[in-house]
Nanobody, 122 residues
Framework: QLVESGGGWVQPGGSLRLSCAGS????????VGWFRQAAGKDREGLAC????????FYADSVKGRFTISRDIAKNMLYLQMNSLKPEDTARYSC?????????????????WGQGTQVTVSS
């Protein structure tokens, strides 16, 4: 089970850190990722990490602004979001899957959280 937290309202240029708590298996055995879906749009993959944590993928839209990280001891996944823009407004979800093949592909993810809303506006 995955449960997100940390969403909310922030002004443009601000920062938020999203958290994703894993329960059951350790996240150390899974590739993990953050995704978002804005109103009326398809879900978008933002940041993903391989099982080992060595390799990461970032969408061009968030590269240099967002950072994915993982704390195995706490079984937590994080997404640090800086320099937020109004177009970052969306519902953000964490996800996990076994294995690394095509780990950057949304369709390969098995386990999903319910999501947390992020709104960026002045």
């Amino acid at each position: 089970q995955l449960v997100e937290s940390g969403g909310g309202w922030v002004q443009p240029g601000g920062s938020l850190r999203l958290s994703c708590a894993g329960s059951g298996d350790s996240l150390a055995y899974y590739a993990v990722g953050w995704f978002r879906q804005a109103a009326g749009k398809d879900r978008e993959g933002l940041a993903c990490m391989t099982v080992s944590g060595v390799e990461t993928f970032y969408a061009d839209s968030v590269k240099g602004r967002f950072t994915i990280s993982r704390d195995i001891a706490k079984n937590m996944l994080y997404l640090q979001m800086n320099s937020l823009k109004p177009e970052d407004t969306a519902r953000y979800s964490c996800a996990a899957r076994r294995g690394d093949i095509s780990y950057y592909s949304e369709s390969t993810y098995t386990y999903w959280g319910q999501g947390t809303q992020v709104t960026v506006s002045s």
